[in-house]
């Protein structure tokens, strides 16, 4: 038995599905642990585009079995157009995809109290991509949550249903009747129910044998630890736990079994929506940054920020997360740019902070201690050996290196799985 997990080490969008996807090939099953169709992953297989929002990125390396985690908020319909999307391009899932009878449902009226929530906060709006995922998750810790088990059985959903319908009449009335929106919830509710059934197992269950069988496990996150909501930039986070930990309680696998953790991390930053960001560069660079990156939201088109490279919030995470191991994305992105800085610190109240601070004050106010060095020149795009990279991106990777605190095992310069260099050979999980 062999466990990895692969997390983001910033604020999500560092390029985990692809290197799931290159992982993948070595895998027999690959499991998504939290998050909902938030999160989108950006594939290239086979030249074709692939954006997956629920399904593992395992799910296109042929005869690979994926798990939808009991961590995850499922919506339904979301999956059912995704399975659909998946099929119409000759990818298999049939037989193939397992989703864990405990994950919670997103419905209908969860879609509508998170536009109700972002619209009402105004300026203080988290940016969320508005699917219902908070909502859901809230419903979860509130113990009046809808599970899988639950939508397949209607003895059990429909009094649930009329129960929640009841509790949130008030805050739902701007939406329509709640006879209007019991419809919307049932208009395919059969329909889905039958679609899912198939593919709903005991998800512990399922990780159990496949960890006494010694099958080979990778287990992707969504978003990254600076959106975690315990570890990230609070309230700006998302409602679950991206980081390695999270896998435990999104799967079923224990804590003594996970072997290795891989942090994914682009050469500079990016965050989607609102929140603190100190390294963001809202100049010409930031704008450069963004257009030769193609750094826009996988799942709703926004355009991501970006900014400076900031070793306190990737220290930050790679501690959180236990991750010995990194992969470097988009070094391409900075070829020109000189000189290329690093956030080392911040300065917050009148201190100099050289940890990520928890106080929301703290981070809205930090302001970054940049170290600088040389930039490198020429395209590095098709690169296949480390010793190819000119001298000061291999002096930049390894100052990275110096102050997270991780080895780099492998540098991402494009999206295919065959635009990567492999640096370390210790790394057990090579491709």
């Not at 399975?83 to 391009?89: C, V």
């Not at 991501?304 to 470097?328: K, Q």
Request: net charge positive.
């Amino acid at each position: 038995m062999s466990t990895l997990v692969v997390v983001g080490v910033q604020w999500g969008d560092e390029g985990k599905g692809k290197i799931v996807h290159l992982l993948g090939k070595q895998a027999d099953i690959v499991v998504r642990y939290q998050g909902g169709n938030n999160a989108g992953h950006t594939v290239i297989f086979d030249g074709k585009h692939f954006v997956l929002h629920l399904i593992p990125s395992g799910i296109l390396e042929p005869g690979k079995k994926c798990l939808i985690g009991n961590g995850v908020v499922i919506d339904p319909e979301a999956l059912q157009e995704e399975f659909q999307f998946l099929e119409k391009r000759k990818v298999r899932v049939r037989g193939r995809l397992f989703i864990a009878d405990a994950a919670h449902v997103i419905l209908p009226y969860h879609r509508y109290l998170d536009c109700l929530h972002e619209d009402r906060a105004g300026v203080g709006k988290i940016g969320t991509t508005r699917r219902g995922i908070g909502p859901a998750y809230s419903d979860k810790v509130g113990r009046v949550g809808l599970r899988v088990a639950d939508y397949l059985n209607p003895e059990v959903f429909l009094p649930l249903l009329e129960s929640n319908l009841k509790e949130k009449a008030p805050l739902l009335k701007n939406f329509g009747s709640l006879e209007d929106i019991r419809r919307e919830v049932l208009k395919n509710y059969n329909a889905l129910r039958r679609f899912l059934k198939p593919y709903v197992v005991n998800g512990p269950e399922f990780i159990f044998h496949a960890v006494e069988s010694r099958r080979k496990i990778l287990f992707e996150s969504a978003q990254g630890t600076m959106l975690d909501v315990d570890f990230g930039t609070y309230p700006f986070v998302t409602s679950s736990n991206p980081v390695a930990g999270g896998v435990c309680i999104g799967s079923g696998l224990a804590p003594t079994q996970i072997d290795e953790v891989l942090g994914v991390l682009k050469a500079y930053t990016t965050r989607v929506g609102e929140g603190p960001f100190p390294t963001e560069l809202k100049d010409d660079l930031g704008e450069s940054l963004r257009q030769r990156g193609m750094e826009f939201g996988a799942t709703t088109g926004r355009p991501r920020r970006c900014g400076w490279f900031d070793a306190v919030a990737v220290r930050h995470a790679v501690r959180i997360n236990g991750s010995r191991w990194l992969a470097l994305t988009k070094l391409d992105v900075l070829e020109g740019v000189t000189p290329l800085k690093i956030a080392v610190a911040y300065r917050a109240g009148g201190k100099i902070l050289k940890e990520f601070p928890s106080d929301r004050q703290q981070q809205a106010e930090a302001v970054p201690v940049y170290e600088e060095m040389p930039g490198f020149q020429g395209s590095i795009r098709g690169m296949t050996r480390y010793a190819q990279l000119p001298a000061n991106a291999q002096r930049y990777i390894k100052r990275l290196e110096t102050l997270v605190g991780a080895k780099v095992a492998m540098i991402s310069l494009g999206r295919s799985r065959e635009e990567t260099i492999i640096l370390d050979s210790k790394f057990p999980w090579k491709p």
